[in-house]
């Protein structure tokens, strides 16, 4: 993890594709570390999280290239890692398992659905409204005495279908699904970081199971 943490905070002040082309071999080397470290999540969350049997490491971590063409910033590269897995890869839909690696203690481990489309939001919006009570008993046991946050980016007025005074509208009005804590480089350092990620994941096991079967559910309707 330290030669990881060390490659991006390099590339963060050395953004250029000249800078990055001279470190190749050293990119290819830190990439292998984090296929290595996706490996060994796929391995443990499937011990609590069903997962397809042939899942490539390769098809959950983030490439490492920006998407410039409509953003101001013009930097090529990323300057962090990121790892999702879930039933279907990654930017699938699927509610996921994430961890963001970034140097300046940046780093978070989450899970849920981020920026979910319409229809999908829609049939989870159902699901609170039908088992609100379930989900926030779900979301109340992971927040107590430890530092998870929900991501609350919400709309402002009652969603449509929904009154002001619906219940659980607070939930209802999130715009993702997602829980989160924040992780220190120190952390991220520590002998056992790996296992700690994994009991921390095992934790979020039943909001992500939550999500994924009130999916599954409207698919088999």
Sequence with gaps: MKQILAFLEALEVNNTREWFHGHQEEYAVIRKQVLALAQKLIDEISNFFELPYDMKPGN?????????????????????????????????????????????????????????????????????????????????????????????????TAPRGYKKDSPHIELLKLKHRIVEKSLKDSELLSKDFEKKIVTNFEKIEPFVSWLQDVLVKEILR
Excluded at 127 to 152: S, T
């Design 60 to 156: 959950c971590i983030f490439r490492i290239n920006r998407d410039t063409r409509f953003s101001k910033d013009k930097t090529p590269y990323k300057t962090n890692f990121g790892i999702e897995i879930s039933q279907s890869g990654k930017r699938q839909g699927a509610p996921c398992f994430y961890l963001h690696i970034q140097p300046g203690n940046n780093s978070f481990i989450a899970g849920g659905l981020y920026m979910p489309e319409s229809k999908v939001t829609e049939i989870i919006r159902a699901g609170i409204a039908e088992e609100g009570k379930k989900f926030q008993k779900i979301i109340d046991k992971i927040f107590a005495g430890d530092m998870f946050y929900l991501y609350d980016e919400a709309v402002k």
